[in-house]
């Protein structure tokens, strides 16, 4: 039996050794394939190779297989890895957008930053960047030549719509770091609200100061407002938890292949406030950081959280860098909460499948079984899940995006209107007060039909479908007065789904006047006119024991 037992254990540990040996073979056999292949092509080719266009074209396909998150940088490009994990860069301080004729335009300025200061507006149409002509040129090519060295000085040439002659700038670059924080402010007699767009160096001392401040006006109640935030530094979700919960508890750990990824992310400072009524917002665009902050606050029933599903990115992402000045990207361990869950959504395809369609379509689809959602444990024993992000305690259900709604918000009609208005209006009431019009909404309907807008409505592609399958059936001749009736009803008509839309239609009016005057603060407040997770929120927080029966108390 002793002889068995030690053959056993002998061939148990031999087996990890076998794997791990078989597995040096295949990287060392398909790396020399790669090298024999490239250098087959490279002689024989009938054309000569680009090293740099085809090699890059081989590493992209391979980072593309593993997650949306890795990612190889290239000297050219390591400009924008720094921003990433910074948030600071040198360049003009404004987002760029490219028309539908290939033209790029200033999109939306930051306030008090350079292209603000100079007197940049939304809708400029970019010309030249000194001497170098921008026609032809894709929004990150014209990035590139906007970014650079903070202190270093060129020259903007623009069109402004509405005006013959074009207009030069002169522009010094400064370091640009957008405001974490771009609005604090109170929803309520007693209830603070805090915006945090994003997790970049010093938002969690920025956070500190939100609170105060919020509560020496009054607030005896909170909203942490995550919705859209991507996430970003690690240690400064850690520091805004701790804000809320004791010195010493962890707030999150990594765990990778490797035990350099294992590291557990504990609170170590007094807190600013363990009892204050806490509420986080959440969306399909929470993600990374934000998902920490908030799904640690919920295992450790410390907020509720109201919303919808977030994105489920649990992925640590660490920079390695690579010979000739480039970097590599890559994902190296997963995060897990304080009740051991992780929040990374199971499938890493799918994720890809769905980011394509939500950027084609605005539309969101599932990417986890509900088999695959593990079940664990707050601090308080409430049933949490893993596989799908951070899943709210209190669910508020949207409605879809219309068709009509997608392609208005990502048409150049409503940033020539809103250009329009801008131009004719020197300025506007506070937020607060400022509405769209019954004249707005006539003024930009008939700019739309003028404009020849087009969009894609899916009813009319639905049900060409359904014809020609029933044709294939032979249904078709004995329901053609159903299948006319139909599609009589479902006939393109502009005006009437303008005014079946108008309330969502006059809402991205609103947004796009108003980011020209007040910039992203002014879209914020105009956004919680008519909000419904805030409502939902505010019902939760006015409602102590429904609050207290949330978090298992």
Not at 33 to 62: H, P, W
Request: hydrophobic fraction near 35%; aromatic fraction near 8%.
């Amino acid at each position: 039996m002793k002889k068995t037992l030690f053959t056993w254990l002998a061939i148990l540990a031999f087996l990890p050794l076998r794997a791990q040996t078989e597995h040096n073979f295949a990287v060392s056999k398909y790396l020399d394939l790669f090298n024999t292949i490239y250098r087959q092509l490279d002689i024989f080719y009938v054309d000569s190779l680009e090293a740099d266009k085809l090699v890059r074209v081989g590493i992209d396909a391979i980072t593309r297989e593993l997650d949306l998150y890795t990612r190889f940088y290239p000297e050219e490009d390591i400009s924008e890895l720094k921003m990433m994990t910074t948030g600071k860069y040198g360049g003009i301080g404004s987002i760029i957008r490219m028309r539908k004729d290939s033209t790029v335009i200033i999109h939306e300025p930051y306030p008090d930053m350079p292209a603000a200061e100079v007197g940049l507006q939304v809708g400029d149409v970019m010309l030249k960047i000194d001497n170098k002509d921008l026609k032809g040129l894709s929004t990150a090519e014209v990035s590139d030549l906007l970014r650079g060295e903070p202190g270093t000085t060129f020259m903007l040439r623009i069109q402004r719509p509405g005006e013959k002659k074009p207009r030069d700038f002169k522009i010094t670059r400064r370091s640009i770091k957008k405001s974490a924080l771009p609005y604090v402010g109170m929803v309520g007699n007693d209830i603070g609200y805090i915006f945090l767009s994003e997790f970049t160096e010093g938002c969690a001392k920025d956070m500190r100061k939100a609170i105060i401040s919020l509560k020496e006006k009054g607030a005896k109640r909170l909203v942490l407002d995550l919705r859209g935030n991507g996430g970003g530094l690690l240690s400064e979700a850690v520091d805004i938890v701790n804000l809320f919960v004791p010195k010493g508890l962890k707030i999150v750990e990594t765990r990778g292949k490797h035990l350099a990824a294992h590291f557990a992310y504990n609170t170590n400072s007094e807190p600013l406030d363990t009892n204050i009524p806490l509420a986080v917002l959440v969306n399909e665009e929470t993600a990374s950081a934000a998902e920490i902050v908030s799904g640690s606050l919920q295992d450790l029933d410390r907020a509720v959280v109201v919303g919808c599903d977030t994105y489920g990115k649990g992925l640590v992402q660490s920079s390695r860098e690579l010979p000739y000045n480039s970097s590599l990207k890559l994902t190296t361990a997963k995060y897990y909460l304080p009740s051991g869950r992780c929040i990374q959504k199971v499938d890493y395809k799918r994720l890809r499948e769905a980011a394509e369609i939500y950027r084609t379509t605005g539309k969101r689809i599932d990417t986890t079984a509900d088999s695959l959602k593990q079940h664990f444990r707050t601090a308080g024993g409430r049933d949490v899940t893993e596989g799908s992000g951070i899943h709210p305690d209190f669910e508020v259900k949207h409605d879809t995006v219309s068709n009509l709604i997608f392609y208005l918000s990502t048409d150049d009609i409503l940033i020539d209107w809103g250009t329009r208005y801008f131009q004719s209006h020197p300025s506007i009431p506070a937020v607060s007060e400022f509405a769209i019009t019954d004249e707005d909404y006539a003024d930009f309907k008939k700019m739309v039909k003028e404009s020849g807008f087009e969009y894609d409505r899916q009813s009319g592609k639905r049900l060409d479908e359904l014809k020609k399958a029933a044709q294939f059936e032979g249904y078709y001749d004995d329901a053609k007065a159903e299948f006319d009736a139909l599609e009589k009803k479902l006939a393109h008509n502009l005006d009437r789904e303008m005014e079946h839309q108008q309330k969502d239609i006059r809402r991205l009016m609103a947004n796009e006047v108003i980011k020209r005057y007040y910039y992203q603060a002014g879209i914020v407040e105009e956004m919680l006119k008519d909000d419904d997770d805030l409502k939902r929120a505010l019902d939760v927080l006015n409602n102590e024991s429904e609050y207290n029966k949330a978090l298992g108390k």
